[in-house]
């Protein structure tokens, strides 16, 4: 978790300001969101697969980076949450193939083209919920209220605090079960459209 802080100061009049005013410091965070890079790796393990021929392991990155803003006020400080920028998608898939398959054979490259559909359904499920992955940050980001401290000392737990109610709240929470769930329908819709022809072809 990374974090920005950008200081604003206030020239206050009158100059008296109770804590619960840093309501009126409450800001609509700007959201961004961006995909990972990703790499493929092929491998064989040395020992024989307990599956049929391969399989793909993907690595799912859900990572959020909150900038805060600090008004310093008459009594001490609002910390509110201004942005995030959410990076969410896959950074690597690695790709396993059973040793019985000689690399760049028949049968493992068939088994290659098998598991790359599988990749293509994880990307998909990035791809097909752009729209999920803003309403559940909007939704989530506006319902978090700035914090106020009175201690410059006391604003880095504040935004730790506001990045663990971003966290912890439903609508993330709800997101990332989404995207568990889309994985496993997508993936078995892979298997269950797989004939195995192209592999019993490399048989024949």
Request: glycine fraction near 2%; include cysteine.
């Amino acid at each position: 978790m990374f974090r920005k802080i950008f200081f604003l100061l206030f020239i206050l009049v009158p100059n008296f300001v109770f804590a619960d005013d840093c309501l009126d410091y409450k800001l609509k965070p700007k959201i961004t969101i961006t995909s990972p890079i990703w790499t493929k790796n092929v491998v064989q393990p040395l020992q024989k697969m307990d599956v049929l021929h391969g399989d793909v392991i993907a690595t799912l990155v859900d990572e959020f980076e909150i900038t805060a803003d600090i008004t310093s006020i008459e009594d001490g400080f609002c910390v509110s949450l201004k942005s995030i920028d959410a990076t969410i998608g896959y950074s690597d898939f690695l790709v396993q193939i059973d040793i019985s398959h000689r690399p760049n054979s028949c049968s493992y490259n068939a088994i290659l083209q098998h598991e790359d559909e599988h990749i293509r359904a994880y990307l998909s499920v990035i791809d097909d919920n752009q729209d999920l992955f803003k309403k559940s940050l909007s939704i989530a980001s506006d319902s978090i209220i700035p914090i106020f401290v009175k201690n410059e000392k006391n604003i880095e737990a504040a935004i730790d605090k506001l990045n663990e109610e971003l966290q912890n709240h439903p609508d993330i929470i709800l997101l990332k079960q989404q995207i568990h769930a889309d994985e496993e329908i997508r993936n078995k819709y892979v298997d269950i459209n797989d004939t195995g022809e192209t592999l019993k072809k490399c048989f024949n």
